[in-house]
């Protein structure tokens, strides 16, 4: 468990293949491989990559994570089964993203996800996104189709997934499954993201746009001295 705050990346971090070892080290991220506790106030501005083994998560803040607030990503990345602008895989019983968002572009050969990849259906009972947005690029690398991407998470995997008050630029914003319920939840264009008002249930306390940070896009107040 534990908690990680205030923690960033600007550094490039790649996955290394050491088959030969009886061991792939798949899980990449700019934060945590993996962090079954909370990670806050956070970021990863480097790119990140792993195509080495079976599963290859790859996320902008954790490759596998539970709780995931006021974070942001603007790094490249690349998964080779799963990718996630913020999170590859959510794990644990309760898991959480929210007040998060992703401007890099994300890419996988199969399946990639906006804010979210997928829940790990072993580990996670509830799922729950509140207050991100997406206005990154997904790309699908191989032989995947349009339906591996999700504008804010790729799959729920057969687990509940609540989405409140969440946004991107690219539809559909759940990719496949059923087992969700939306509240808020819309697509928006690249430039009506860059108007707060436009993106109902946004707390002008914690969020708040500026034309000369994040390209005009709504930034974390309290990660104003990271931009």
């Known amino acids: ?64 994570g539970s709780e995931i607030i006021n974070c942001y990503n603007s790094g490249y990345v690349y998964g080779r089964i799963y990718a996630g602008g913020i999170v590859g895989g959510v794990i644990g019983e309760q898991s959480i993203v929210e007040n998060c968002y992703n401007a890099g572009e994300v890419a996988s050969k199969y399946t990639v996800g906006g804010i979210i990849c997928y829940p790990d259906s072993d580990m996670v009972r509830r799922c729950t996104m509140n207050n991100c947005y997406n206005n990154g690029d997904l790309v699908i690398t191989g032989t995947g189709s349009s339906t591996n991407i999700g504008g804010l998470i790729c799959y729920t995997n057969g687990i509940g997934v609540n989405i409140n008050y969440s946004y991107s630029h690219i539809t559909p914003l759940v990719g496949v499954g059923n087992t969700f319920t939306l509240n808020n939840v819309a697509y928006k264009s690249l430039s009506s993201m860059k108007n707060l008002s436009n993106l109902t249930g946004f707390d002008s306390s914690v969020w708040t746009t500026d034309p000369n940070i994040n390209e005009g896009y709504p930034y974390l107040i309290a990660l104003k001295d990271t931009y």
């Open 1 to 64: 468990t534990g908690k990680i705050e205030r923690c960033g990346n600007e550094s490039d971090v790649s996955s290394v293949d050491i088959e030969d070892e009886g061991y792939w080290a798949a899980d990449v991220a700019g934060i945590a491989g993996k962090s079954t506790g909370k990670i806050n106030l956070s970021w990863n501005k480097g790119n990140i990559c792993t195509d080495a083994g079976a599963q290859g998560n790859a996320g902008g803040i954790a490759a596998l």
